[in-house]
C-alpha cells in the first residue's frame, strides 16, 4: 500500500470519527433538550374546550376541515387563533416533577385555574411561578413548570377566536343595500373584508340592514352602524359585533 493510500485511509478514518463525535453531542443535546407537554398530532383533533375562573367556556368544532366556534355561541373561527391554542401542548416543560411530590391546592391544580382539552388529551393549569413567569401544568401523570406565553389565550373573550373575515363560512351570491342591490365589484371587496377587531355584541343595536343571497338559496341578513369613522357590523347568524377600519369603510362606499 503506498504512502498516498494510507494518508488517504487516515483522512477518512478522522472524518468518520469527527462525524460520530457530531452525531453523539447531537444526540446528547437531544435528550438534554426539554420535552413537550404532551405528544401529539393537532392534524388529527377535532374538537378543542377551553374553561377558566370567570370567563366564557369555549368549544371548537372542526368541521369540513375548517374550524368553528359553537359555545357560547355559533362563529366562523379564526385556524390563526385556534393553531396557537393547540400549539400550548408543545410547550416544553422546563421542570419536571414525579407524582405526589407537590401539593395540587399550594399549585393551584386543585381546583384548577384554567383547562385545555384537545381532543380526548386534557391539560390542566396552575398558579404561576415569579420570577420567569413559569406556570404549573399537569397533562395527565405529567407535572411540571413551563413558560408562561398563553395566559391571554386561557382567559381572553370568545370574541379573540372568531375569523374577522365578516363573511367567511359562507359563500355569497348576491347582495343589497337599503332596498339597492349591490353591484357585483362591490359584493366583492364584501366577500374580502376583514375586521379590525371583533367584539362582544351590545344588548341592543339599532342599524340599517344589508341582505346578502348565499349559493344555498338563504338570506343572511345583517345590521350595520357607524361609530365614528368605524363601521360595526351584526350578522344575525354571529352573536358578535364586527368593526371595520375607516379604510375600509371607504373601500366599501357605505354612506352615512
Same mark, same amino acid.
Given at each position: 500500500m503506498t504512502?498516498?493510500?494510507w ?16 452525531i ?22 377535532h ?9 366564557d ?67 390542566? $393549569? ?8 413559569? &406556570?404549573? +401544568? *399537569? %397533562?395527565?401523570? /405529567? @407535572? =411540571? ?17 372568531v ?6 363560512g359562507?359563500t ?27 367584539e362582544?355584541?351590545?344588548?341592543t ?20 352602524? $357607524? ?8 350578522? &344575525?347568524? +354571529? *352573536? %358578535?359585533l364586527? /368593526? @371595520? =377600519? ?11
Amino acid at each position: 500500500m503506498t504512502r498516498e493510500t494510507w494518508r488517504t485511509w487516515i483522512l477518512v478514518g478522522v472524518v468518520a470519527v469527527l462525524g460520530a463525535g457530531a452525531i453523539a453531542e447531537q444526540a446528547r443535546e437531544r435528550r438534554r433538550a426539554p420535552k413537550p407537554l404532551l405528544r401529539l398530532d393537532l392534524s388529527q383533533v377535532h374538537e378543542i374546550e377551553r374553561t377558566c375562573a370567570g370567563c366564557d367556556r369555549l368549544v371548537l368544532l372542526k368541521r369540513q376541515g375548517a374550524w368553528e366556534l359553537t359555545q357560547p355561541y355559533y362563529a366562523p373561527a379564526d385556524a390563526r387563533k385556534v393553531a396557537e391554542l393547540g400549539a400550548i401542548a408543545s410547550a416544553p416543560v422546563r421542570q419536571r416533577f414525579a407524582p405526589g411530590t407537590r401539593d395540587p391546592a399550594a399549585i393551584g391544580l386543585a381546583p384548577p385555574s384554567a383547562t385545555l382539552k384537545l381532543g380526548t388529551r386534557t391539560l390542566e $393549569f396552575g398558579a404561576a411561578v415569579p420570577p420567569h413567569q413559569d &406556570r404549573y +401544568v *399537569r %397533562a395527565g401523570e /405529567v @407535572l =411540571g413548570l413551563v413558560q408562561d406565553r398563553f395566559s391571554a389565550m386561557l382567559s381572553g373573550p370568545p370574541e379573540g377566536f372568531v375569523d374577522p373575515r365578516f363573511l367567511a363560512g359562507v359563500t355569497v351570491v348576491s347582495g343589497s343595500m337599503l332596498g339597492q342591490p349591490i353591484g357585483a365589484d362591490a359584493l366583492e371587496r364584501w366577500r374580502e373584508v376583514a375586521a379590525v377587531r371583533v367584539e362582544r355584541l351590545p344588548p341592543t343595536f339599532p342599524g340599517h340592514t344589508i341582505e346578502f343571497g348565499l349559493a344555498n338559496g338563504k338570506t343572511l341578513v345583517v345590521q350595520f352602524d $357607524f361609530h365614528g369613522d368605524e363601521l360595526a357590523l351584526f350578522r &344575525r347568524d +354571529v *352573536r %358578535a359585533l364586527y /368593526v @371595520l =377600519g375607516a379604510a375600509d369603510v371607504a373601500t366599501l362606499g357605505i354612506g352615512r
